[in-house]
């Protein structure tokens, strides 16, 4: 054999593994460029060094594929059904297999309660004959004794986590009182989330005979504004008046300005009442669980449900708030570019109203240092010092930890990212930092805004491990879908000198912001009555659920 046809045959051995070589990186390194920010010349070869890593890692490396899931585990533990058209939502059975911590796992009640509800809403929802005659008796004004089937029309609205969590908890109260569930679909519920109902819609149709959404304080109707001019009265027949005393509706007023009348609507003598009233209409931009949790009637059926207290929205959150599939692209093409083939992902929620803040920006790095989210960075010695870290020196081609931050500003990301990317890390870990969209201010309303929200939240979600802001819904909404504690940093302490800069929450549940003050039956704390509903500590004043055994 010739050196011509020896190095012909060299080169047909070790061409195909070159090549495989080659392709790879021509489609990696793009995608890497455009994760490290898109400015060109700002990007270390120790990231092409770990593409290249990867790539001779092989195919059966687990940082490019997804998590393998049982179909358990897509069903989530039974919280969903099989038989949805899965072209519609890609979104219902395929989020378990982006999830990097699986959640927790229902109770077998809940599921069979959900089951329930589900023929509930078959059997009386919108298109059914029940549901025509139900709106013929609204239509009349006139209450009727022992209805086919009660309804609740939940309003929510403002932020889409406002909108969330107030459809989430007022699902429960719909599943509490066997009400057919339905939604107002005049904030966008349809192009934001799957239906949730196997062969029925949770929209209220077009045609409503009551324009409810300009209800307000000023309604005649309003539950609280009726029980306080004596209209509806608790001590009729047990509060149970008769049929023709009742109106064919209550409009629930549950808005952050509730009125002390309008609580009322957590008390058992009102529950009582407002069983007998077929149609319910709920304004609330807030999470009500923890108040329903203080209505005794409820309390043995509720912790039927949720034997853990503290996954009441994670449970419900899941079972109901599907992407659609518009927002399901956003939310899988950015993480299978720049998530799926990290080792670690952490997730960091900024809500402030300025653009910049060094001290909250100070807060994030210390937060995040010293509770071992993130490594420390070398050259700060004329910082006060971090707290130590003892984790190991990388190994060469060692996957990199993935940060997501969600901010209205890129201020925050801007800095960070300069910070990791200026100085090396104490333990020699690679960390990169994301951020998908900065809209610098708040858009009601507006769909493009919206989409993106709501495919923030759930990357969030999707994350290792969590800090988010005090008091925000949006956090809120991650942390309990991702069935993990967060890191909550302190806003009021951004422009202090003492105190940790942030706390592991009390719960993943939402904190109910205007709950009941005190008890129905005495005037006792509401946030010691029970012992798995407490004040938040992000809002003293707010109530939480939380699991009994942790606190």
Known sequence: MTKTTQLAAGCKRFTPAINGVIVAFVLVVPTLVILFGGRIGEQPAVWIKTAVAGIRRGPDDASFLHRKTTLEERLLGGLLVEGFDQESCHSRY?????????????????????????????????????????????????????????????????????????????????????????????????????????????????GFPIWYQGFYLSTPE????????????????????????????????????????????????????????????????????????????????????????????????????????????????????????????????????????????????????????????????????LVETTAPRPRGGARPTAVLITSLQAWFYDNMKGMYWERATANGEVVVFDQPSHEEVQRYGVKSHEYKAWAEMYLLSMADALVTSGESTFGYVAQGLSGMRAWVLDMGKANST???????????????????TYGCKRREDAGKIEPHVRHCKDWPTGLKLVDQKDW
């Open 222 to 385: 309003r539950y609280g504004k009726m029980r306080e001019d004596g209209v509806l009265r608790t001590d009729a027949i047990n509060g149970s008046a008769a049929a023709g005393e009742l109106p064919a509706f209550a409009y629930v007023h549950l808005d952050h300005n509730q009125t002390e009348h309008d609580k009322l609507f957590f008390c058992d003598d009102d529950q009582r009442l407002l069983s007998n009233i077929q149609w319910l209409l709920i304004r609330s931009d807030g999470y009500i669980a923890p108040g329903l949790f203080l209505v005794e009637a409820f309390q043995e059926e509720l912790h039927r449900l949720f034997p853990e207290r503290d996954a009441v929205f994670h449970h419900l959150g899941r079972y109901l708030f599907h992407p659609t599939n518009r927002v399901w692209g956003l939310i899988t093409r950015y993480y299978d570019a720049h998530f799926a083939w990290a080792q670690r992902v952490v997730g960091i929620q900024v809500r402030v109203p300025w653009s910049e803040s060094p001290e909250v920006l100070k807060q994030i790095k210390t937060c995040t240092q010293n509770e071992r989210l993130l490594p420390a960075v070398l050259g700060e010695e004329d910082e006060e010092p």
């Open 94 to 206: 395929q989020s378990a297999v982006y999830r990097r911590n699986p959640g927790r796992k229902p109770s077998q009640y809940l599921v069979s309660k959900l089951r329930s509800q589900e023929a509930l809403q078959r059997r009386c929802g919108p298109g059914t004959a029940a549901y025509t005659n139900a709106l013929e008796q609204l239509k009349s004004g006139k209450s009727v004794a022992s209805p086919e089937c009660r309804y609740l029309v939940s309003i929510s609205y403002r932020g889409l986590g406002n909108r969330i969590i107030s459809a989430a908890s007022g699902f429960l109260y719909a599943v509490l009182t066997d009400r057919v569930f339905l939604v107002d679909p005049s904030t966008s519920m349809d192009e934001l989330f799957c239906e949730p109902f196997p062969d029925t819609s949770w929209l209220v149709p077009p």
């Open 498 to 516: 003492v105190g940790w800069p942030c706390s592991r929450d009390m719960s993943m549940e939402p904190c109910y912001h205007v709950p009941p």
